[in-house]
């Protein structure tokens, strides 16, 4: 039978003297961990009595058992190694803490490293990560892979700081294992107030994952779908940051962007590439985008750039975007270019149809071919059209049962 056990210190010896379905509940105050632990014990509940007033502080505490659960702490772990807290657990669910990290190094210093299946990282509130490393790394290793993870429901802000890549919030696989099928599931998290030096703040490199209904609030760039194919990008809310997309088969649904005061390479970039497929983009570089589905996504530049808002073909690579589906998109603004071709890339070679779109002030519409876009103003509003009287109302009556004109 499961015990429950109220924990006046912390103790990991403790935790790992419990059995499948145990609670251990840590009673408030902050507790000093002077040295790096793990749980190992498999199915043991590890709670906050209170939540938040649970302070952990110190050295980290990482998570090999599988199945465990960890719940509702302050987290002030402070490592100057690059990994500071691994899940490596299998089902591990990591609910509803803060964290607050101390940034100890220049070096790089990665928060969380996931290096197990099925993890679930939900409802936490991460802030504060100063430099080099990522908030969240998905990264397999060991013969350990990190499929079928789910980020969701969490606030991830104010990482700063940097001077080179590697500085992204959140890495799903590395490039040396695109090809295979992740399954993450990142959704219903708000991504806020990055200004750190990396060009992607999500770098997707593995397959078949899905990123819907984030919210991503004046980040000083994008996610990337940089390696990998059959990806979901759905219905996220995208205010100040854009998306660059390489890879076959993706999927951009449904999202909208307003306002990307960045670079040309921080708009909404269809990229050319170096390599046909990932198993043979062994130097990093770049795969050529095709089958995308770019469909009911929604551009509004408004006044915030002089550059290309949808842009086709960035960068000088050989392999151009080719057999992509680019329809129903509206895209508006006052200023910069609606949607452009660059580098040698061509409408032709995809689909385009159905778009609308809206310039004004010294906006230009850009070389998308008419035969795939309308002007229209998406801000007008149609009014209802006006009841009809009672006489209006028998008079159709009768014409539709009696012929009568």
């Given at each position: 039978?499961?015990?429950?056990?109220?924990?006046?210190?912390?103790?990991?010896?403790?935790?790992?003297?419990?059995?499948?379905?145990?609670?251990?509940?840590?009673?408030?105050?902050?507790?000093?961990?002077?040295?790096?632990?793990t749980i190992s014990r498999s199915g043991i509940i590890f709670i906050a009595k209170n939540p938040g007033k649970a302070i952990i502080k110190g050295a980290p505490i990482h998570i090999s058992g599988q199945s465990v659960v960890q719940e509702a702490f302050e987290l002030q772990y402070s490592s100057t190694a690059q990994t500071?807290?691994?899940?490596?657990?299998?089902?591990?669910?990591?609910?509803?803490?803060?964290?607050?990290?101390?940034?100890?190094?220049?070096?790089?210093?990665?928060?969380?490293?996931?290096?197990?299946?099925?993890?679930?990282?939900?409802?936490?509130?991460?802030?504060?990560?100063?430099?080099?490393?990522?908030?969240?790394?998905?990264?397999?290793?060991?013969?350990?892979?990190?499929?079928?993870?789910?980020?969701?429901?969490?606030?991830?802000?104010?990482h700063t700081g940097g001077s080179a890549n590697g500085t992204e919030?959140?890495?799903i696989g590395n490039s040396t294992i695109a090809a295979q099928e992740f399954n993450c599931e990142v959704a219903g998290n708000k991504f806020e107030y990055y200004n750190a030096y990396d060009s992607e703040l999500i770098t997707v490199k593995t397959s078949g994952n899905d990123i819907?209904?984030?919210?991503?609030l004046n980040c000083k760039?994008?996610?990337?779908?940089?390696?990998?194919?059959?990806?979901?990008?759905?219905?996220?809310?995208?205010?100040?940051?854009?998306?660059?997309?390489?890879?076959?088969?993706?999927?951009?649904?449904?999202?909208?962007?307003?306002?990307?005061?960045l670079s040309q390479l921080r708009?909404?970039?269809?990229?050319?590439?170096?390599?046909?497929?990932?198993?043979?983009?062994?130097?990093?570089?770049?795969?050529q985008v095709r089958d995308l589905l770019f469909e009911n996504n929604i551009i509004d530049l408004q006044d915030s750039t002089d550059d290309i808002g949808l842009c086709l073909g960035y960068?000088?690579?050989?392999l151009k975007p080719i057999n992509n589906k680019i329809i129903n998109n509206t895209i508006l603004g006052s200023k910069g270019t609606l949607a452009n071709t660059t580098n040698g890339a061509s409408w032709s070679n995809n689909t385009v149809s159905g778009n609308k779109m809206?310039?004004?002030?010294?906006?230009?519409?850009?070389?998308?071919?008419?035969?795939?876009?309308?002007?229209?103003?998406?801000?007008?509003?149609?009014?209802?059209?006006?009841?009809?009287?009672?006489?209006?109302?028998?008079?159709?009556l009768e014409s539709a049962v009696f012929g009568v004109n």
């Amino acid at each position: 039978m499961a015990t429950t056990t109220t924990l006046t210190q912390l103790s990991v010896p403790k935790l790992n003297a419990g059995a499948v379905g145990d609670r251990f509940i840590l009673d408030d105050g902050v507790h000093d961990h002077s040295s790096d632990e793990t749980i190992s014990r498999s199915g043991i509940i590890f709670i906050a009595k209170n939540p938040g007033k649970a302070i952990i502080k110190g050295a980290p505490i990482h998570i090999s058992g599988q199945s465990v659960v960890q719940e509702a702490f302050e987290l002030q772990y402070s490592s100057t190694a690059q990994t500071v807290c691994t899940l490596s657990g299998a089902n591990t669910k990591f609910l509803n803490n803060k964290i607050r990290f101390g940034n100890p190094t220049s070096n790089r210093n990665d928060w969380f490293v996931f290096k197990a299946d099925s993890i679930l990282l939900q409802g936490n509130d991460i802030e504060g990560k100063i430099g080099q490393g990522n908030e969240i790394l998905l990264l397999p290793s060991s013969g350990r892979t990190a499929k079928n993870c789910k980020i969701i429901n969490n606030r991830l802000s104010k990482h700063t700081g940097g001077s080179a890549n590697g500085t992204e919030i959140l890495r799903i696989g590395n490039s040396t294992i695109a090809a295979q099928e992740f399954n993450c599931e990142v959704a219903g998290n708000k991504f806020e107030y990055y200004n750190a030096y990396d060009s992607e703040l999500i770098t997707v490199k593995t397959s078949g994952n899905d990123i819907h209904d984030n919210e991503f609030l004046n980040c000083k760039t994008g996610p990337c779908f940089r390696h990998g194919r059959n990806n979901k990008f759905r219905n996220n809310k995208c205010i100040g940051s854009g998306l660059r997309i390489y890879g076959k088969g993706h999927e951009v649904t449904g999202n909208t962007f307003t306002r990307i005061p960045l670079s040309q390479l921080r708009q909404i970039v269809i990229g050319n590439g170096q390599y046909a497929e990932e198993e043979q983009n062994t130097s990093a570089g770049y795969t050529q985008v095709r089958d995308l589905l770019f469909e009911n996504n929604i551009i509004d530049l408004q006044d915030s750039t002089d550059d290309i808002g949808l842009c086709l073909g960035y960068g000088s690579y050989s392999l151009k975007p080719i057999n992509n589906k680019i329809i129903n998109n509206t895209i508006l603004g006052s200023k910069g270019t609606l949607a452009n071709t660059t580098n040698g890339a061509s409408w032709s070679n995809n689909t385009v149809s159905g778009n609308k779109m809206w310039a004004t002030g010294t906006a230009k519409y850009g070389d998308m071919p008419i035969s795939g876009y309308v002007k229209e103003d998406p801000n007008i509003v149609i009014p209802p059209p006006t009841p009809l009287t009672l006489e209006e109302r028998i008079i159709r009556l009768e014409s539709a049962v009696f012929g009568v004109n």
